[in-house]
């Protein structure tokens, strides 16, 4: 199941009562920061089992985010105490179970798509890029293993830039869909420079291309990011959309370009 159109992430998941008003906004998608020791917002007060359910059947899509360990050179001093250890195979396949733990928790059913946030790191460290590679593809088997698919955000000059490379160069355990950073104002969902035209098509790319701007729909304001997306999104349980006495909506989204 893929969604086609324009999505948003904020860094808390916002109460239902915003997610209802915000119906009336050109979004019909919504990044979740579901898991991962690194998350900007680690209490997330109402994300829940029942909200994923509420959300769902109101129609939204939703695009779960996990913020785990990060580059050991990564350009964010906040995230700096989060660096990938000495081990990041044996740590990225731990995540990874972590990851998918997290996501069947609150509903979120196999077969959807977990994207990994690697936030930007230094350009040109060779070292720190095969560290956080190899925990990215420890990540991405194991969350493969598991029943769900892997997906992958970063920048664009630095994370994605590279696992490209990899792409091309044949490396195993890469992203099955590519979430790129770069924030020029407008999409450039398939014309991205640092991506071959053909690499994570079809239905498989999201552009995050605008950052921190603030919106207000419905008499609420937030602050997003938005983005322009053709990409899988989860699949909510039946079970628990039964369980908080809501429809499950699990219908194919169409295509909504």
């Known amino acids: 199941m893929h969604y086609v159109g324009q999505a948003f992430d904020t860094c808390e998941a916002p109460s239902l009562a915003v997610m209802k008003a915000w119906r009336s906004s050109p979004y019909g998608a919504v990044g979740i920061y579901f ?7 680690p209490d997330q007060r109402e994300l829940s089992p029942a909200w994923v359910a509420s ?12 913020v785990g360990s990060q580059a050991p050179c990564v350009v964010a001093a906040a995230k700096r105490p989060f660096a990938i250890g000495s081990s990041p195979w044996s740590q990225g396949t731990r995540e990874g179970g972590e990851a998918v733990r997290a996501a069947r928790a609150l509903g979120l059913d196999a077969s959807s798509p977990l994207y990994l946030d ?12 095969a560290t956080t ?10 969350v493969r293993r598991l029943g769900y698919v892997p997906g992958y955000y970063s920048s664009a000059e630095t994370g994605v830039r590279d696992i490209e490379a990899e792409r091309r ?5 890469l992203p099955a869909v590519m979430w790129f950073a770069r924030w020029r104002g407008r999409p450039a969902l398939y014309t991205e420079s640092a991506l071959h035209p053909e690499a994570w098509t079809p239905h498989a790319r999201i552009h995050q291309y605008a950052g921190n701007v603030t919106e207000a729909y419905g008499g609420r304001r937030l602050v997003i990011d938005r983005n322009a997306m053709d990409a899988p999104v989860a699949r909510v349980t039946a079970t628990t959309a039964r369980v ?14």
């Open 169 to 173: 160069a044949g490396t195993k355990d």
């Open 35 to 41: 898991g991962g020791r690194g998350r900007g917002c």
């Open 55 to 66: 959300a769902h059947a109101m129609g939204w899509r939703l695009l779960p985010l996990f």
């Open 118 to 129: 690697i936030e930007a790191y230094r350009q040109g460290d060779a070292r720190c890029a």
């Open 244 to 257: 908080t006495g809501i429809p499950d909506g699990s219908g194919a989204v169409a295509d909504v370009s």
């Open 133 to 142: 590679l190899s925990f990215v593809r420890a990540w991405n088997r194991e």
